[in-house]
Every structure is written in structure tokens, then in C-alpha cells.
């Protein structure tokens, strides 16, 4: 093979961003609901796989997708809200492996209702017009529409950070993810919190699966693969940090596109290397706390 | 779009769903042993696809056209009579699950014949089954190793083109027109393997350059990181040899990639399910093989029989490749079987090896050492202006006539004769 360049590093770097940022997207919200739920939301992936659908039926009824970026989230959510309610409340001080089965039970509900209602073969997804085609970044050529994604998960981060630091709401949704019992105590509604955590967490899954359709066509399956992939993710970031998903999926998605470079056949492999490895030296990952899972 | 969506969706639903309750009705039924013995005068064909999975509009296309020319055969009288059956599994391109099915096909339902597959590894695990039981499997899927004689036996017949021909066929068009310099993205199973060696061999003649070979698994979603590899590569020709969704989703970021303003693309295959999944502009301008397109029945009176006759039986609609293959495969089987006058093994084998037929592309015959169809390989391109219909897809380019000469000699599979 041809010798390394430096343009050719630095663009194969610039395509592990990319892929980074759709895996942290996905596991933002699932580490927003455990952090602050301690649910593991196994239907994460299938949250994820609805949005792509939902954004597929809006455009085939005629919207676009600038409508789907603010409807998709908008409908994801409601959906995770009903479920959150009707589902998983009812589980809540039971232990973290009812929750875990039956998000795990649900995800397979989903997948199979989207199956029925849309076929199994799934559908391409086309790239939004003014988006399509590539542009030169000095390195070379990369995907107009992977620039986008970079940048509407920075917004996305950037949002979610304001909300939880910045607003009075978010205090109490941090509050509540230390310690329930006193944020009760003090007369705050903890459950209508959760409810409203495990909205935002799906609204953000229904918002990856979004972004990711256009890179790859919506099929009933595309959450499975990313859930395990964003697990790691999510423990080597630390379970339940939202910085930790942030830096791990970035990370992930580097060494996934590094590995491409020298050893193509290695880079499925690499991710989980990397998590073995972290899980060695920093067992509980980046910036995760102990015994949350216990 | 909703229309086409949602409709597509539930016609194959509702098929499902009618099989899958006429088969649980009839497993409950108390009337089952009488049912079953009264279907026992029936001529079974077992058909294992990869209905779940990233070819699952290919394996669909399959299906439609097998149950055609099931029906065709009934319609027909069938063999005095005696009327005809597929019987449908989903094998999930998985080879332990298609032997599984397989061999419940051979001894539950005591299938006479086995037609199917779509996978150049998943057809092996069938092959072993059915070599091993002693039953007739057609194969409708691209294998080299099928051929050769450590996997064949006197009952593997293989209606599909080989990875041999067909990368033959799309090498010596390729590589004469559009450079030396190429490099290689390659699905890393069977079918990607025997695709690359093809391409290189005939590469051979061309004094074609290698530039490298990078290899994805199976049922891979994201190429954006061994695209910019590629691209630094600098070939004239990036050969993508992979398949079903891989394919879709590897032209469309390659498109995205802006590979296509200096690079020429080539397949080994083209399937016509993909495209028109994908859409135009993934596939636009990008060249390589397939065994059948509609469009030939300008050509020929039985490519046009055989699109009339899918038209007539789903909606207006035109067959693919793979639904050819479909076709192509349970149709010889059948017509073996009038032409023996019995389902009895050896007898069959022995009408398939003297047929001469002409069924849905122009003239074809099995190869009497490793059963391999003779057939012609057409040249494609994929294009995205002037499209008189959904299925106006490719362009033929170039026809490779029917002739062993593009095959492997029967000495270098490793046959006596």
C-alpha cells in the first residue's frame, strides 16, 4: 500500500471525529438516563431506529428534513414519556435489572412493529439537497453532510449542558441524580423528573437515528449495532457521565478510523480492545463514579 | 412515497402473515395427518433465502419469481397432475441456521428438491446437507467453491453464474477502458474473496496494477474510514466487491465522498434490488456484471415471456436478477422432473444434465463435470437520466456469449474428466 501522508492522517482523523459524534449522541442519552434514572435503557438502540423511521414516514408525507430535525426529537420524546410512565416507573426500587429486561423485552416490541409496519427491508434515506456532495476542509475532500452532523451534535451538547447547568430545572435533575431522598425531602416531585429525563434521553436517541439515516438508509436492525457499540462507549466514558460519553464516543470513533488505516480487519475489534483496556487500568472508566451500579 | 412504503410493507406482510397462519392452522388442525397425506402426491421444493438481513430485497425478488414458476408448472398440468409446492425458509444468511432449515426441509417436510440461497458461504452449508442426504440442490447464488469438486457431488447443480465469470466478464470490459491502477474494497467472506481473485486473474492479461485490498465484514454500516485510504491510493478503478446493503450503503458514501469525480467504479455485481433501493445516484455510472436484466427481452422471446408473465402476476411489476435466478432455478428442476416423467433422483439428475434450455436469457446447460450453468455475463451500467419505468435502471453495455472458455476447466476444480 501506498505511504502514509500527513494529509491522509489528518483527514482519516477528521472521519473518526464524525463517526465519533454520531456515537456520542446516542450514548448521551443513554447516560443521562442511567446517571440519572440508574436504568439501562436496553431500548435505546430501538428509540434510536424509530426516529429514523419516523423522520422517513415525515418526508414521504411531504415534510423535509429540517421539519424532521424539530419533529423527530419532538415525537421520539412523547413516545419516550409514555413509556417512561406506563413501563418503567412502576419498576423503579426493584433493582436495576427489572427495568434493564424490559427495556431489553421492549426493544424487541419496537423492532418487530416496525417490521411489520414498514417491511424488513428497510429504505434509503436520502441526503437532505444542500447537504449532498463533498467539500474540500484542506486535507481533502470529506462529506458536507458528516460536517453537519459534527455541528448538530455540538449544538446538541451545547443545549444540553446550558440545561442542566444553567437552569433551575437542571440543578434539581442534578440534585435528583445524587440524592433522591433528600431532593423528595425537600418537596421537589421527583418522579415527574425522571419522567421528564427519560423524555430527553429518547428525544435524543430519536434525533441520532435521524442523523444517522442519511449515512447509512433506515432498517428495522440499525439500533442493535450501535447499542452494543455505544455500551462501550458509555463504560469507558464512565457509566453515567455525560462528559465521559462525550470524550469516549470522540475516542472511540478515532481509534475505530486509526485502526481502519493500518489494520481495516482490526477495527471492529479495536473498539472493544479499548474498552477492556480501560476497563484494566480505570475499572469504573473516565469520569464514572463507583458503585452506581450497585 | 408513504403509498410505496407502507405499501410494499404490507403486501409482504400479508404474505407472511398468510403462511405463516395456513401453516400454524394446519400444525394445530386434527385433520393434519389427512391433510398431510392427501398433499403427500405434491412435488416439494424446499427453498432457503435470507428473507432477515442485509439481502432480504434480493431474497424477496427470489421468492416471488420461484413461487412463478411453481405455478407456471401447475398451470401447465404439472407432472401428470401431479401439482407442485415451495416451501419457503428463512435461512437469515446465517450458515448454521440455513443447514438447520435445510435439513428440517429434507426430513420433516421431505422436500423432493431444494432450490435457493443467496450467499457464496451460506450455500455451502446447504450443499453439505443436501450432498449428504442424497438431495438435488440448485443453487441461485454466485460460488466458486461450489464447483470444485471438494463441495460438489452429482446432486449440486448451480443455476448462478460463478464469481469466475463474472468478475471475468467485468474485468475484461474494465480494465481496457478504464486504466491499470486498482485498488480493492472487498467484503471479507467467500464471495468477496473469490470476486478479487477473479478480478486479478484476468487483471493478468491486463498487466492491471494492485494497489490494495482493504476487507469489511459482512453487513457493515459505516465506510468513511477506509474511504480516505482508498482515495489516497489514487487508482483508476475502485473495484467495491460486496453485496445487498453493504453495496448500497458503500456507493452511497463513496458518492458522498466524491470518489466518483476521479475515480471509476466497478462491481463484480450489480443487483438491481440495491439500486433501486438505493436510489439513482449511489449507483450513477458505476459499472459491473449481473446475469439478468429485463431489458434484454428486446432480445430474446423467453427474457420477454418471462417479464410478461411476472408483470401479469405482481402488479405491473418487472422481475431482477435475483428474482431470474428464482426463476431460473426452480424452473430447470421442474422441467427436469417432466422430462423424466418421475421425481426419482438419478433420474433427474440425469434430464438436468441433458437439458438444453432456454428459459428466461437466452440459451443455457449445465456443464456435465461440475453442473455449472452456462450462461451468458452482461456488462452494466447503472444510469439516472431517461428512466422509462422503476425498473429502468442499467444500461448493457457489453454481452459475454455463453462458452466454457470462461469458466475454470473441469481439471482445475479438480473433476476426473
Not at chain 1, 463504560?235 to 481502519?260: E, F, R, W
Not at chain 2, 404439472?78 to 435461512?91: F, H, P, S, T
Request: contains cysteine.
Amino acid at each position: 500500500m501506498a505511504g502514509l501522508s500527513f494529509d491522509l492522517i489528518a483527514l482519516q482523523l477528521f472521519a473518526g471525529l464524525a463517526l465519533g459524534a454520531i456515537y456520542v449522541l446516542f450514548a448521551i442519552g443513554l447516560s443521562l438516563i442511567f446517571g440519572m434514572l440508574t436504568v439501562v435503557n436496553f431500548a435505546h438502540g430501538a428509540f434510536y431506529m424509530v426516529g429514523a423511521y419516523v423522520g422517513l414516514y415525515l418526508i414521504s408525507i411531504g415534510g423535509n428534513f429540517w421539519i424532521c430535525l424539530v419533529a423527530v426529537p419532538i415525537a421520539i420524546g412523547l413516545f419516550g414519556l409514555a413509556v417512561e410512565r406506563v413501563l418503567i416507573r412502576p419498576l423503579y426500587g426493584r433493582g436495576i435489572d427489572y427495568p434493564l429486561l424490559l427495556t431489553f423485552g421492549l426493544s424487541y416490541v419496537m423492532v418487530e412493529c416496525v417490521r411489520i409496519a414498514f417491511g424488513k427491508t428497510g429504505y434509503p434515506f436520502d441526503t437532505p439537497e444542500v447537504l449532498q456532495g463533498a467539500v474540500d476542509i484542506g486535507v481533502g475532500y470529506f462529506p458536507l453532510y458528516r460536517l453537519f452532523v459534527i455541528g448538530a451534535t455540538a449544538v446538541v451538547l451545547l443545549a444540553l449542558w446550558l440545561f442542566l447547568e444553567k437552569t433551575s430545572f437542571g440543578l434539581i435533575i442534578r440534585a435528583g441524580a445524587r440524592d433522591p431522598q433528600i431532593v423528595r425531602v425537600l418537596g421537589v416531585d421527583v418522579s415527574k423528573m425522571w419522567l421528564i429525563v427519560f423524555g430527553i434521553g429518547t428525544a435524543i436517541a430519536g434525533f441520532a437515528g435521524l442523523l444517522a439515516a442519511p449515512l447509512q438508509g433506515a432498517i428495522p436492525e440499525m439500533g442493535g449495532t450501535i447499542l452494543a457499540e455505544a455500551f462501550v462507549v458509555t463504560v469507558v466514558g464512565g457509566m453515567g457521565s455525560i462528559g465521559g460519553a462525550v470524550l469516549a464516543g470522540l475516542l472511540v470513533g478515532v481509534v475505530v478510523s486509526m485502526t481502519s488505516l493500518f489494520a481495516p480487519e482490526m477495527a471492529k475489534v479495536s473498539i472493544f480492545a479499548l474498552m477492556a483496556i480501560v476497563l484494566i487500568v480505570r475499572p469504573q472508566g473516565f469520569f464514572g463514579r463507583a458503585g452506581l451500579m450497585s | 412515497m408513504t403509498n410505496k412504503v407502507t405499501k410494499a410493507g404490507s403486501i409482504s406482510r400479508r404474505r407472511l402473515l398468510t403462511t405463516a397462519s395456513a401453516g400454524a392452522a394446519l400444525a394445530v388442525s386434527p385433520f393434519r395427518i389427512n391433510l398431510l397425506k392427501a398433499e403427500e402426491a405434491a412435488i416439494k421444493i424446499g427453498f432457503p433465502v435470507p428473507l432477515t438481513g442485509p439481502y432480504g430485497a434480493e431474497a424477496q425478488d427470489q421468492v416471488r419469481a420461484g413461487q412463478l414458476a411453481v405455478a407456471q408448472f401447475n398451470d401447465a398440468g404439472g407432472l401428470n397432475g401431479r401439482k407442485a409446492e415451495l416451501i419457503v425458509r428463512d435461512d437469515r444468511l446465517n450458515p448454521g441456521e440455513a443447514a438447520t432449515r435445510t435439513l428440517e426441509l429434507v426430513e420433516k417436510e421431505k422436500v423432493n428438491f431444494v432450490v435457493g440461497s443467496l450467499s457464496a458461504a451460506v450455500q455451502l452449508a446447504i450443499n453439505n446437507v443436501t450432498k449428504e442426504r442424497g438431495v438435488i440442490f440448485n443453487s441461485i447464488s454466485q460460488s466458486d467453491a461450489i464447483n470444485e469438486a471438494a463441495d460438489f457431488s452429482k446432486h449440486t447443480f448451480h443455476e448462478a453464474l460463478n464469481p469466475h465469470m463474472t468478475s471475468g466478464a467485468v474485468g475484461r470490459y474494465a480494465f481496457a477502458k478504464f486504466g491499470k491502477r486498482v485498488a480493492f474494497l472487498t467484503a471479507d467472506y467467500a464471495y468477496g474473496h473469490e470476486m478479487v481473485r477473479g478480478f486479478l486473474e484476468v487483471g493478468k492479461e491486463f498487466n492491471v496494477e494492485n494497489l490494495g485490498d482493504i476487507r469489511h465484514p459482512l453487513g457493515t454500516t459505516d465506510f468513511s474510514t477506509l474511504l480516505p485510504r482508498l482515495q489516497a491510493l489514487k487508482p483508476d478503478i475502485l473495484c467495491i466487491s460486496n453485496f445487498g446493503r453493504d453495496q448500497q450503503i458503500a456507493l452511497k458514501q463513496a458518492t458522498d465522498f466524491g470518489i466518483k469525480k476521479s475515480i471509476q467504479i466497478i462491481a463484480p455485481l450489480l443487483s438491481h434490488a440495491s439500486r433501486v433501493a438505493a436510489g439513482p445516484q449511489a449507483f450513477e455510472g458505476v459499472v459491473g456484471g449481473c446475469s439478468f436484466y429485463w431489458g434484454i427481452e428486446d432480445k430474446f422471446a423467453s427474457t420477454k415471456a418471462f417479464n410478461d408473465a411476472f408483470r401479469k402476476t405482481y402488479d405491473g411489476k418487472l422481475p431482477t436478477d435475483y428474482g431470474a435466478l428464482g426463476y431460473g432455478g426452480v424452473r430447470t428442476v421442474l422441467e427436469a422432473v417432466k422430462g423424466a416423467g418421475s421425481v426419482e433422483t438419478d433420474k433427474v439428475v440425469a434430464a438436468l444434465e441433458a437439458l438444453k434450455y432456454d428459459d428466461y436469457k437466452g440459451p443455457q446447460y449445465y456443464r456435465k463435470c461440475d453442473h455449472q450453468s452456462v450462461q451468458s455475463v452482461l456488462v452494466i451500467k447503472s444510469k439516472s437520466k431517461d428512466l422509462r419505468n422503476e425498473s429502468d435502471v442499467f444500461e448493457v453495455l457489453s454481452t459475454e456469449e455463453p462458452n466454457e472458455k470462461n469458466l475454470r476447466t473441469c481439471e482445475a476444480l479438480g473433476h476426473k474428466s
